[in-house]
């Protein structure tokens, strides 16, 4: 059973960077994509990007040019990188695994870490 | 503004049954891309609740179901609980964003 968990700072000043970790137990990251979505208070999803097994990453044209996804096998994370952060990044982040099965058209995220809640301020 | 659209909010009596509807675009829906629904708790993760239009993970009961035509999709639910109270989306993909898109989100009270 796989189980995701998000880490990072809390609190990050405007016009720094971003960075959270997502540890990865009960499987290899190396056999699926994963994605960061993020939930800003009281509104709904936004996916940010993924990484593919082979390493390939997408990125939401919205945040293309300040997101940067990578991972590390050796201890099993995939991380996010959000550089010239303002009050508008504040979020939940949610790393969860990119699902998909033969005969289905796209994926779906399944499991979801519990998410971390990441304010933006001075 | 959303890709994809969900009524901001639906309510039914206990053992009623409700539909909440995700309306896409050719881009997405229409473009053949499958449809998913996720289930956030208050205060939780999002969980998935109906992968590939109308398929049910394990543990999810068969009173939830999922249907696509079109460029738009829709959740049910029958015999409404209390615990159903929750927070809906929908998911696909969009070639015009090349990447995925979720709904804005659809509050469920149990009236």
């Known amino acids: 059973h796989v189980h995701l968990q998000e880490s990072g700072p809390g609190l990050v000043k405007p016009s720094e960077t971003l960075s959270l970790t997502c540890t990865v137990s009960?499987?290899?990251?190396?056999?699926?994509?994963w994605s960061w979505i993020r939930q800003p208070p009281g509104t709904g999803l936004e996916w940010i990007g993924n990484?593919?097994?082979?390493?390939?990453?997408n990125y939401n044209p919205s945040l293309k040019s300040r997101v940067t996804i990578s991972a590390d096998t050796s201890k099993n994370q995939v991380s996010l990188r959000l550089s010239s952060v303002t009050a508008a990044d504040t979020a939940v982040y949610y790393c969860?695994?990119?699902?998909?099965?033969?005969?289905?058209?796209?994926?779906?995220?399944?499991?979801w870490g519990q998410g971390t809640l990441v304010t933006v301020s001075s | 503004q959303s890709v994809l659209t969900q009524p901001p909010s639906v309510s039914g009596a206990p053992g009623q049954r409700v539909t909440i509807s995700c309306t896409g675009s050719?881009?997405?829906?229409?473009?053949?891309?499958?449809v998913h629904w996720y289930q956030q708790l208050p205060g939780r993760a999002p969980k998935l609740l109906i992968y590939?239009?109308?398929n049910r993970p394990s543990g999810v009961p068969d009173r939830f179901s999922g249907s696509k035509s079109g460029t738009s999709a829709s959740l049910a639910i029958t015999g409404l609980q209390a615990e159903d109270e929750a927070d809906y989306y929908c998911?696909?993909?969009?070639?015009?964003?090349?990447?995925?898109?979720f709904g804005g989100g659809t509050k469920l009270t149990v009236l």
């Open positions: 969860a695994r990119d699902t998909l099965v033969q005969g289905i058209s796209g994926v779906w995220f399944d499991p």
């Open positions: 009960g499987g290899s990251i190396s056999r699926f994509s």
């Open positions: 990484m593919s097994r082979s390493g390939r990453t």
């Open positions: 050719s881009s997405n829906i229409g473009a053949s891309y499958d």
């Open positions: 590939g239009n109308n």
């Open positions: 998911q696909s993909y969009d070639t015009s964003l090349s990447g995925w898109v």
